[in-house]
């Protein structure tokens, strides 16, 4: 037969059930459990040999033969099922199910149960086959000589029914300020736009080049402390002032005086003394002698200074005026070069 005939729910006609049924399967195209919670199955408290299932919805597509549709079954309260006593030697699997019995197409019952389809003790059980018109809930592991059925023996085995129906009430997607794309059917794809207008808040901008018009930075931008790396930047006239540190009599270095200049004005000798383990190989420390008193640069204990000077450990810097520089070449290892003697 092409189509069923007389259609659901004629004027003026009678129909079988089937049709019924048919008109359901296209709400409910396939079986499944209506609503998450429906049908659960669960140990019983105090666990002993049975399970409980939870109340709720089926929808269960007939299997005897072609066309017949789909079935609803509710329960509506948690349903207690016994389950056989345990094989003392072997384990085995049961299934707990929701059956139609419908005599119109096989047997002589009419009506829906929950049941437990014992399966067969073995070393290595399988599960029992679901019975015709059936929608499987749980199987249950019966270990032998079990006498209790916990949770960690129930496997869910339920799934949610499909429907042929939309789902939801969403019939479009506008892309609005910064968006591009959208659409009303299928898969629907917002993008960025390639500008936009305004941005609020933090942003994160990686690759992205700023161009016309005004881009303000915030205050917090100003001043950057600790490491920071600067990538594929161009800076416009950049200007690096070296820091001053005055002293006017025989000094010891701290660890911020790295790239610092020292000046020393005194009319004594005033030795520069380089400290140890305060530095990185690479550290520079430049020394000025600005007043008459003799200048030399020593190190610290641990500390060891070459250079070319008369002395080579302790150069002195050689006139008012004249300048050196320390560099760390290896672990507290520094080379004086300058205008020394």
Sequence with gaps: MAIHTPPSWLQNGSHPAENDRLTTQALWATTGIIAPSSLAVTANAPTNMSVNVASGWAAIVGTIQPNMGTYVAYNDATVNLPIATANPTNPRIDLV????NDS???GSTDNVVIQVVTGTPAGSPVVPATPANSIPLARVAVAAGALAITSGNITDLRVSVTTNLPIGDITGVTAGTGLTGGGTSGDITLAIDSTVA???????LTNKDLTSGTNTFPSSLATLTGVETLTNKTLTSPKI???INAQTTAYTTV???DGKLITVTSS??????IAAGLYNTGAQITIARMGSGAVSVVGDTGVTVVSTGA???SPALRVQYSTATAIMTAANTWLVVGDIS
């Excluded at 199910?97 to 139609?100: A, E």
């Excluded at 305004?198 to 994160?204: A, F, I, M, N, R």
């Design 198 to 204: 305004t941005l609020t808040g933090s942003q994160t």
């Design 311 to 313: 002395t080579a450990a």
């Design 255 to 257: 660890a911020s005086d």
């Design 268 to 273: 004594g000798t005033a030795n520069v003394t």
């Design 241 to 243: 002032d070296i820091g």
């Design 104 to 106: 119109y197409y096989t």
């Design 97 to 100: 199910c929701v059956t139609v």
